[in-house]
């Protein structure tokens, strides 16, 4: 059973930085694909960002697009999400979700993510101080 679970979240005044990351079991890592959503109070939930581990690609929602950073360790079975120029608009519970195991990893983040993952962490709050 695949497992991911995230860290990282807290307060931070706008335009600051933080790193989320998200620690996955169960699975073959370097198969496997991760997705990052959000939601905020009041809004529904959407895909931030996703990253292919089998190969290596990224993909990000328009508005954090060179503000924020999915990377992977090998590893350590972690996947980062770094934050940087947080804006008020970015305060939400950050989650992290992958396919129901790595055989759909090389094709999860083009053909599921953002509307779709099977396994979900437990999610982390993050909070922007204007």
């Known amino acids: 059973q695949v497992q991911l679970v995230e860290s990282g979240g807290g307060l931070v005044q706008a335009g600051g930085s933080l790193r989320l990351s998200c620690l996955v079991s169960g699975d073959t890592f370097d198969n496997y694909a991760v997705g990052w959503f959000r939601q905020a109070p009041g809004k529904e939930r959407e895909g931030v960002s996703c990253i292919s581990n089998s190969d290596g690609e990224t993909y990000y929602k328009s508005d954090v697009k060179g503000r924020f950073t999915v990377s992977s360790d090998i590893s350590q079975n972690t996947v980062y999400l770094q934050m940087n120029f947080l804006k008020p608009e970015d305060p939400a519970i950050y989650y992290c979700?992958?396919?129901?195991?790595?055989?759909?990893?090389?094709?999860?983040?083009?053909?599921?993510?953002?509307?779709?993952?099977?396994?979900w962490g437990q999610g982390t709050q993050v909070t922007v101080s204007s």
């Open positions: 979700a992958g396919p129901l195991s790595s055989y759909s990893g090389p094709y999860f983040c083009q053909m599921f993510w953002p509307n779709k993952a099977d396994h």
